[in-house]
């Protein structure tokens, strides 16, 4: 894959999915913003990074605060000189186990806030500086939740479905900009997220792999590999789509 010398900024890089595709990019000789709002574990997966010889720095940013994004895409611009890649990958997963009626209103505003109004704010900055430039490509992480009915976590499926939305609106009005916005869809990934999850029943992980045909949850290094791939030159020709990796679990 000819990622050589592109600047990435990924959110939520300091864990998870984030965490393995900041470091997919910075092995294919990337230059990476690896961007948490919690520092000190983006500066993790940046010593990770440097460890292996690549090149990044660590910023502290709350996708739901416009100007922390507005730094983030500044500090990068000024940093590297440009912005090739945005992966748009910070996500909550919000209370599990509730249903619609008793929805925690404080969960819904939280989620979607940081879901749903991260990626439209870093989606919107991305695009000034993509557009200035005449050049770029956009991976927002959506869900196999927002493809498809999940029940008990109304926020979550709300969020994710808003992305695969204007991930595809959004691509409608920068076709002719040469600038390409997709979205992965993984299932069930090992993670940080995916243990609350697990957390909240004892029968929780068996429901869920009864539920996949592989037999097993996905690894975040298996979906850094879709999230590279469409900001290659490699899937140039695709723009608007949805990359689902869920070992079969929508089939
Ligand atoms: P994770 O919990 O390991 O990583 C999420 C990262 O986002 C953390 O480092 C966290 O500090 C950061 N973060 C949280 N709120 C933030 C904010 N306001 N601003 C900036 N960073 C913030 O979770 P995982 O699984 O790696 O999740 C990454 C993305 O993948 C999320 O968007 C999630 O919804 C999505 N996803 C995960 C699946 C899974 O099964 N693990 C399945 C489908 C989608």
Same mark, same amino acid.
Request: aromatic content about 6%.
């Given at each position: 894959?000819?990622?050589?010398?592109?600047?990435?900024?990924?959110?939520?890089?300091?864990?998870?999915?984030?965490?393995?595709?900041?470091?997919?990019?910075?092995?294919? /000789?990337?230059?990476?913003? =690896?961007?948490?709002?919690?520092?000190?574990?983006?500066?993790?997966?940046?010593?990770?990074?440097?460890?292996?010889?690549?090149?990044?720095?660590?910023?502290?940013?709350?996708?739901?605060?416009?100007?922390?994004?507005?730094?983030?895409?500044?500090?990068?611009?000024?940093?590297?000189?440009?912005?090739?890649?945005? =992966?748009?990958?910070?996500?909550?997963?919000?209370?599990?186990?509730?249903?619609?009626?008793?929805?925690?209103?404080?969960?819904?505003?939280?989620?979607?806030?940081?879901?749903?109004?991260?990626?439209?704010?870093?989606?919107?900055?991305?695009?000034?500086?993509?557009?200035?430039?005449?050049?770029?490509?956009? =991976?927002?992480?959506?869900?196999?939740?927002?493809?498809?009915?999940?029940?008990?976590?109304?926020?979550?499926?709300?969020? /994710?479905?808003?992305?695969?939305?204007?991930? /595809?609106?959004?691509?409608?009005?920068?076709?002719?900009?040469?600038?390409?916005?997709?979205? =992965?869809?993984?299932?069930?990934?090992?993670?940080?997220?995916?243990?609350?999850?697990?957390?909240?029943?004892?029968?929780?992980?068996?429901?869920?792999?009864?539920?996949?045909?592989?037999?097993?949850?996905?690894?975040?290094?298996?979906?850094?590999?879709?999230?590279?791939?469409?900001?290659?030159?490699?899937?140039?020709?695709?723009?608007?789509?949805?990359?689902?990796?869920?070992?079969?679990?929508?089939?």
């Amino acid at each position: 894959m000819d990622l050589k010398d592109k600047v990435v900024v990924i959110t939520g890089a300091g864990s998870g999915i984030g965490a393995a595709t900041a470091k997919l990019f910075a092995a294919h /000789k990337a230059r990476v913003t =690896v961007s948490d709002i919690d520092v000190d574990k983006a500066n993790e997966t940046v010593k990770d990074i440097e460890d292996a010889g690549g090149k990044a720095t660590a910023a502290q940013t709350d996708v739901t605060q416009f100007k922390e994004v507005a730094a983030l895409i500044a500090q990068t611009v000024d940093t590297f000189g440009q912005l090739d890649v945005m =992966v748009n990958n910070a996500g909550i997963g919000g209370k599990h186990q509730l249903k619609t009626a008793v929805h925690d209103h404080d969960d819904w505003h939280q989620v979607i806030a940081v879901n749903q109004t991260g990626v439209f704010y870093c989606m919107q900055l991305a695009l000034r500086q993509m557009t200035q430039q005449g050049h770029g490509a956009i =991976v927002n992480v959506a869900s196999l939740a927002g493809l498809k009915a999940s029940g008990n976590n109304l926020s979550y499926s709300a969020s /994710k479905f808003a992305v695969v939305g204007m991930t /595809k609106s959004a691509a409608l009005e920068y076709g002719r900009k040469n600038i390409r916005i997709n979205a =992965v869809c993984p299932g069930f990934t090992q993670s940080a997220l995916l243990n609350q999850l697990l957390a909240s029943s004892d029968t929780m992980e068996k429901n869920l792999l009864r539920m996949i045909p592989m037999g097993r949850f996905g690894e975040a290094h298996e979906i850094a590999e879709a999230i590279c791939w469409l900001a290659s030159d490699h899937s140039r020709f695709i723009t608007g789509q949805t990359l689902t990796l869920d070992g079969g679990t929508s089939l």
